[in-house]
């Protein structure tokens, strides 16, 4: 069978061609294969709460119950009187979402980061002093001798358990040194533990 076009071409129709896709199934395939399905689709998302201790207590619920998670800084485009939000996997929203309800947390948003005005902050400001490390998270600082491995300095906040902290950690090995979670009592003693967890990161061998 055939169909002619003009005088001098003929085009033949193969019986076994196969027919074009549906329009909306070429929409469909542009829009899985774009950037921003991409991103949506295996990115991440930001739990935002009224107040820190609500953070704390969700950063201690998710983790015990296995999930990926990091506590950071709200980014520009939200601001809540909160200076820490929890950053998860996003396609886990759900589960997260019910972990949290079953300890009675309800976040105020739950936001997908899908640009970099949505970016959380990281929470950590390292300054590297050659010999000396000090690491501040949120508003304490924690400052370490490299080659003894010594905790030399700890300062920031305003908290009153902030001098007994200072007082059973510094002079100490961040081997030996107790946790600020476990002899703190304050919103700045957890923020401490955060600069304590990252220095050890960074100079303690895994």
Not at 36 to 57: D, K, P
Request: some cysteine; proline content about 8%; charged content about 20%.
């Amino acid at each position: 069978m055939s169909r002619t076009f003009s005088r001098t071409a003929k085009v033949t129709v193969s019986p076994f061609r196969r027919s074009e896709p549906p329009a909306v199934l070429k929409f469909l395939k542009k829009k899985a294969g774009s950037p921003t399905a991409a991103v949506q689709g295996a990115g991440t998302g930001i739990l935002v709460f009224e107040n820190t201790s609500e953070v704390i207590r969700a950063e201690n619920t998710l983790k015990a119950a296995g999930w990926s998670i990091r506590v950071k800084g709200p980014p520009p485009e939200i601001r809540t009187g909160c200076d820490l939000v929890i950053e998860f996997p996003l396609i886990e929203e759900l589960a997260v979402l019910r972990t949290l309800e079953e300890v009675g947390l309800h976040p105020l948003q739950t936001v997908p980061v899908t640009g970099p005005l949505l970016q959380p902050v990281d929470l950590f400001h390292v300054k590297d002093f050659g010999r000396f490390l000090m690491v501040r998270a949120a508003n304490m600082k924690l400052t370490v001798d490299r080659q003894t491995g010594l905790i030399v300095n700890v300062s920031g906040g305003g908290c009153p358990d902030i001098p007994y902290l200072a007082q059973e950690m510094v002079g100490r090995s961040l081997a030996d040194a107790p946790e600020p979670r476990r002899i703190g009592h304050t919103l700045c003693g957890y923020a401490l533990q955060l600069a304590y967890e990252e220095v050890r990161r960074r100079c303690l061998p895994s």
